[in-house]
Every structure is written in structure tokens, then in C-alpha cells.
């Protein structure tokens, strides 16, 4: 027997280094996860959906530090009433969260939730799980069989306000594996916010069910922490007449994979995922985006812009896969880059599987730089070239923020990033 | 106020000189034409004299009273009270029209050291100019320029003008793509802007524009340099005859 077979793989030292909450409904489904994980092994770069994103520092046992990013601007969504629950390197702080009640849903937290008979055990790992097929996803079931923290939040009814999860990030080496669970009742409707960087590295999954006729938007912003780094995934099934709508934000960060995962399964359902990244530098950002749809007259978007420079690379992967039997589909898909030097890279695969014959479905990719004569026509007006600049930048940004449903949080997110853009290039 | 002397300007992509020693003088408060065929070197002579990109000046100079042009940016340029009224304006999609208009009136303000416009004056100015050149509220609120028809593209350029009060006009051929209701309020337009202090370069191809905006001086162009230079009688002779007599006479 030669020395290599005994030597320890990545996926058993992963493994080895972390410890799964031992009692309690999720018990199963950690274990389920676990045996998938050891099965697909943890994400390499000869991996189809991997070859642009080098996926290793984001599974190596040991913490990957990353300063805390200090700044003086008042935080995100400040000004919004919101029910803030907030966690700070990946643990849930109460003392600065709000108290959890309000009216039209209940909110527990994952690590004290400990009732046998918990709502969430039919959720928790089950749409992680349905996610795996036909793409691999290594790093949730990683999540779901070890997540320490995170949400579950059933929604029974009509929310007055926003749940807002803020995500600080305090120490350089944290280490956070979050894992929330959202249940939407029939009719039902909630607005989420995320916004920081939660830790130096994040593992995030949030699985969503969406009942027929619920509306779940969510806006999320990612920490601008420059050496942060953050693998996400969220998983959403949609039932009849149904909506899903999401937005991310992402500026800064040494290391972003979103990937989004959605399930159309009742008819005349809607969902929108939507981003809009800044990059500078040493900055990798890869949206990686599957949504099913297995439902007649069911619509989807997908809309991502990035803006990236001084070699910032961006990454799209989307697929749209509609099954024999979704007749009617409508499905849009746009990624766009706005390459700001010749340093900066976009890497795009999108993708369209089509099985059914009576469908709408378009994907557009596309990568340029500044537009010289929409920057000389500002400048002629009197508008120097950083202020012109950034305009066009904004406006180009400014297609993906259009998804967001509520005025109020475009304008939010609108005003943020102007002030980012105009310290950046001052 | 603007002085334009022997004007030398080639391709940078290309050595093709398109301007052979261009000489122009346009005080303040008069109306001066240029005229000429394609190619001769019109709208180059509008884009070097505003900063764009792409074009190399070899010899001569301009100057803005007094001040060097050829040397400033774009921005300096207009700044100083330069004003291109643009033969193809931009669209801009995701920029709003207001804000692209309060964003170049500011900083236009801020580079000469002046304050900025509040946001309330800045809607009440606006709103009156807009209402003047048939300028609804919804152009206002679009994208710049964006599903604009052409006069609706050149009304919105006047309405830049009267909000940026400039020193000097240049209008790159504004009467192309017009039709004749349209001409007449874009040239009502103008018109208001007449003033003792402000000067004015119309670029066009034709006479019938002229009919609107009376100049004073009328220049014929031809192979990148100025030809011949009249009153307005010189428009209607071109009208008339083409500019085969002017150019033989010219080469005698």
C-alpha cells in the first residue's frame, strides 16, 4: 500500500476540523449533508462550475484573515424602521438585536431552536438538497451539516416591517457558517435585508419556501471589507403565483461566490435575482445562478452588472433549465460588465436548456468599457471626467438596482453607492 | 471673443490633415455663420475648438478672451463659457435629464468659484426655459436624449444653452434633422440668447437656418481653411448657385 491512499484528503481534513451540533431536530439532515459532502468531495478547480473561481481558500481548515474595514458612514438601512437581528462573527448577538416579536411571523434562532417537532426540519437541508442536482454544491451541504447560527423565521402573515440581519465583523480571523430557514405561509409577504460582512470568512445558506401567492423580497448588502471572503448560496422553491425577488449589492471583498438556486414548481410564479458589484483590485466576484423552471406561465430574471477595475475580475455563471412540461416560461437573462482599464476581467457562461417548445427565453452577455462619446458630450457640459465617470457608472450600475421593488431601498442603495464612488475616485 | 488664428489640425489615428490654417474672429454679441461642403472641415473645427478627442493640433491657436483654449479639458472649456450645441447629441441611458442638467450647471459653478444652485431655484429656472422650448416634464425626467426625436434632441440642446448661459455658441449644424416648425422654435431659442455680451458660431449646411438666425458675418469653408467671408448675402448666393462659383472664383 503506497503512502498517498493513507494521506488525509481535503474534504476529510475539512471534515476532521469542524464540529457538528450534536441533538435536536436537525440532527438527520446535518448527517444526510455530511454523507453528501464527503461524497462530492469539496470543490476543485477542475470542477465544471469552479474553473474561474479558485475555490480553495474558501475550504482549507485554516481561518483566512481579513482586517476589520473601518469607516465613519452611518450603517446601512439606518434610517428604515426594521426588526434588526443582528450577528457579530457569525454568532447572534441579542443584547443588540431587537426583540425578536412581530406580528405575522415568528423568528427563532437556528442554534436554540431545539423542539423535536420544529416546522423547520421539513426545510432545513431539504432545498440544499434539491440543489445538488444536476450541479454539485459541496460548499451548502458543508453549511447544512455544520452550521452553528443563523435564522428561522416562519412568515404567517403581512409583516408591518422589514427583518434586517446585520452581519459584523470583528475579529480577523472569524470563521462563520450561517445557515437560515424561511418559511413563507400562503399570501404571506416579509421583505429581508442583509447587509455586512459578517466575518473574515463566510459560509452562508439561506433556504427559502415560498407558498403559493407569497411575496419574499430580499436586499442584501456585502461588506465592504477588502480581504473578506464569502461563499453563499441561496436556496428558493416557489409555489403558485408566487414571487421571489432578490438583490445584492456587493463592493470590495477579496472573494465573492453568490450562487442562487430556484425552483419554479407552481404555475405563474415570478422571481428576480438581480446584482450589482464594484470591484478595485484584489477583488474576485462570481454570481453562479440556477433557476428550474417545472411550472406553466412562470417569469424570471436574472440581472447582474458589475463595474470592475484596476484588475478586478467578475464571474457569471446562469443557467435557465425549463422543463418538458413548463410551457409558457418567460426567462431573461443579462449579465453585463463595465471593464474600467484593460486590467480588469469578465468571465461569462450563460447558459439556456430548453425542453419545452412553447417558450420566451433570452440571455445577453456583455463586456465595455466607458462610452467615450457619453463621457465627452458631460464633459463639453462642464462635468469633469471623474464626475462624468462615475455617473455613467451609476447609471450603467443602475439597471440591476431598477429591480428592487421598493423605491425607498433603491434609493438607499442609489445614494450609498454615489457616496462610495465619489470617495473612491477623490 | 473667440480668435481663432491660423489653425492647423490633423487625425491623430490618421495623418490626414482636415484643418489647413483656419483664421476666425467672432466679437461678442455677433452671429457668425460657417458654411460649406461636406468635408471641408465644419464640425472638426467645432470639435477641436471644444476639446474632443482624437485630433492633433499642428500649428496656430485659439483663444476664449483672451484665454488659451487648445490647452484646457472639456470641462475648463465649457467652464470658460464655450457651448457646443452638438449635430449628433448623446444618449445617455440611466442618466435623468434634470440631473444631468444640475449636475453640469454645479459644476460648471463650482469651477468658476461660484455657488452651488439649490435644488429649488435650479427646478424653478428649468421648468420656465423647459416651458419656452415646448419642453414637457417628462422630457425632463428621461434618460438624456433617450427615445428624444432629432428636434426634440436639438430643443433639449438649446435648453442646455439658456441653463449654462455660456460666453460663446457653437452650433454644429442644430438645423439638420429639423423640420420646418421645429427650426423655427429651436431658432426662437437661439434668438432669446441673443445678447450684447454672448457670441455665436452657426454651423450649417444651408441657408434656410439663416433665414432664423440672422448673422452678421457669413464665412465660406472649403478645404479646411476659410474661403471667403461676407455678409448675409454671401448664404443666399450659395443658396442659389451651390458653392461651384465660389470655390472657382476662390481659385482664380
Aim: charged fraction near 25%.
Amino acid at each position: 500500500m503506497s503512502q498517498t491512499q493513507t494521506k488525509e484528503t481535503p474534504t476529510e481534513a475539512l471534515i476532521k476540523s469542524k464540529a457538528m451540533p450534536g441533538e435536536g431536530w436537525s440532527v438527520t439532515a446535518r448527517e444526510d449533508a455530511l454523507n453528501r459532502l464527503v461524497s462530492m468531495g469539496v470543490p476543485h478547480r477542475r470542477d465544471e462550475y469552479w474553473k474561474y473561481t479558485r475555490p480553495d481558500t474558501l475550504t482549507q481548515t485554516d481561518p483566512m484573515p481579513a482586517a476589520v474595514f473601518v469607516h465613519d458612514e452611518a450603517p446601512l438601512f439606518d434610517t428604515l424602521d426594521r426588526l434588526k437581528v443582528v450577528f457579530v462573527d457569525g454568532v447572534f448577538d441579542a443584547e443588540a438585536s431587537d426583540d425578536l416579536s412581530l406580528e405575522g411571523l415568528h423568528i427563532e434562532r437556528l442554534a436554540t431552536a431545539t423542539s423535536d417537532l420544529h416546522w423547520a426540519r421539513d426545510i432545513y437541508g431539504t432545498l440544499e438538497k434539491n440543489g445538488q442536482d444536476p450541479v454539485a454544491r459541496p460548499l451548502a451541504a458543508l453549511n447544512t451539516a455544520f452550521a452553528t447560527d443563523g435564522v428561522l423565521i416562519h412568515v404567517t402573515g403581512q409583516p408591518s416591517k422589514p427583518v434586517s440581519l446585520i452581519y459584523r465583523h470583528k475579529s480577523e480571523t472569524s470563521d462563520a457558517i450561517l445557515h437560515h430557514v424561511i418559511k413563507m405561509d400562503a399570501g404571506s409577504s416579509l421583505t429581508l435585508l442583509e447587509n455586512g460582512p459578517a466575518a473574515a470568512r463566510l459560509n452562508k445558506v439561506m433556504e427559502v419556501e415560498v407558498a403559493d401567492t407569497a411575496e419574499f423580497n430580499h436586499v442584501r448588502a456585502q461588506g465592504r471589507d477588502h480581504e473578506r471572503r464569502a461563499a453563499t448560496h441561496i436556496f428558493a422553491r416557489l409555489g403558485a403565483e408566487s414571487a421571489f425577488k432578490s438583490f445584492t449589492l456587493t463592493v470590495n471583498g477579496v472573494l465573492t461566490r453568490n450562487e442562487c438556486v430556484i425552483e419554479l414548481t407552481g404555475d405563474d410564479a415570478h422571481a428576480t435575482v438581480a446584482g450589482a458589484c464594484v470591484g478595485d483590485g484584489a477583488f474576485l466576484h462570481d454570481d453562479t445562478v440556477f433557476i428550474t423552471h417545472d411550472a406553466v406561465n412562470c417569469e424570471s430574471r436574472q440581472v447582474f452588472k458589475k463595474v470592475l477595475r484596476n484588475g478586478a475580475t467578475g464571474i457569471f455563471q446562469g443557467k435557465i433549465l425549463v422543463k418538458a412540461d413548463a410551457q409558457k416560461t418567460d426567462g431573461y437573462q443579462i449579465s453585463q460588465s463595465l471593464l474600467l482599464d484593460e486590467d480588469s476581467q469578465f468571465l461569462a457562461k450563460p447558459e439556456l436548456e430548453i425542453y419545452a417548445d412553447d417558450v420566451a427565453c433570452s440571455h445577453g452577455s456583455t463586456s465595455g468599457a466607458i462610452d467615450e462619446d457619453a463621457l465627452f458630450y458631460l464633459r463639453a457640459r462642464g462635468v469633469p471626467r471623474a464626475e462624468a465617470t462615475d455617473l455613467l457608472t451609476l447609471a450603467f450600475l443602475a439597471e440591476a438596482v431598477e429591480e428592487i421593488t421598493s423605491q425607498e431601498l433603491r434609493e438607499e442603495l442609489n445614494k450609498r453607492l454615489a457616496s462610495w464612488l465619489e470617495r473612491h475616485s477623490s | 471673443m473667440l480668435s481663432i488664428k491660423n489653425l492647423h489640425v490633423k487625425l491623430e489615428e490618421e495623418d490626414k490633415q482636415i484643418l489647413k490654417g483656419v483664421d476666425l474672429e467672432v466679437p461678442a454679441g455677433k452671429v457668425h455663420a460657417i458654411m460649406g461642403p461636406n468635408g471641408s472641415g465644419k464640425s472638426t473645427l467645432s470639435y477641436v475648438l471644444s476639446g474632443k478627442d482624437g485630433y492633433e493640433v499642428t500649428e496656430g491657436s485659439a483663444t476664449l478672451s483672451g484665454e488659451d483654449l487648445l490647452e484646457q479639458e472639456p470641462e475648463e472649456r465649457a467652464a470658460a463659457g464655450l457651448f457646443l450645441a452638438f449635430q449628433y447629441p448623446v444618449e445617455i441611458p440611466g442618466v435623468g435629464n434634470m440631473t444631468f442638467l444640475r449636475t453640469a450647471v454645479n459644476a460648471q459653478r463650482k469651477a468658476r468659484g461660484e455657488d452651488e444652485m439649490s435644488a429649488a431655484d435650479f427646478l424653478k429656472v428649468i421648468r420656465a426655459k423647459a416651458k419656452e422650448l415646448k419642453i414637457d416634464a417628462d422630457m425632463l425626467k428621461r434618460p438624456v436624449n433617450m427615445g428624444f426625436s432629432g428636434g426634440e434632441k436639438k430643443r433639449n440642446e438649446i435648453l442646455q444653452m439658456a441653463m449654462l448661459e455660456p460666453k460663446m455658441c457653437i452650433l454644429d449644424e442644430t438645423d439638420s434633422g429639423l423640420d420646418v416648425d421645429a427650426m423655427k422654435l429651436v431658432s426662437e431659442g437661439v434668438n432669446a440668447l441673443r445678447t450684447p455680451e454672448r457670441g455665436f458660431l452657426v454651423i450649417t449646411h444651408y441657408q434656410r437656418l439663416l433665414d432664423h438666425i440672422k448673422p452678421d458675418v457669413v464665412h465660406i469653408m472649403a478645404d479646411g481653411r476659410i474661403v471667403k467671408s461676407g455678409g448675409p448675402d454671401l448664404a443666399l448666393e450659395v443658396e442659389n448657385n451651390g458653392y461651384a462659383d465660389i470655390l472657382a472664383e476662390v481659385a482664380a
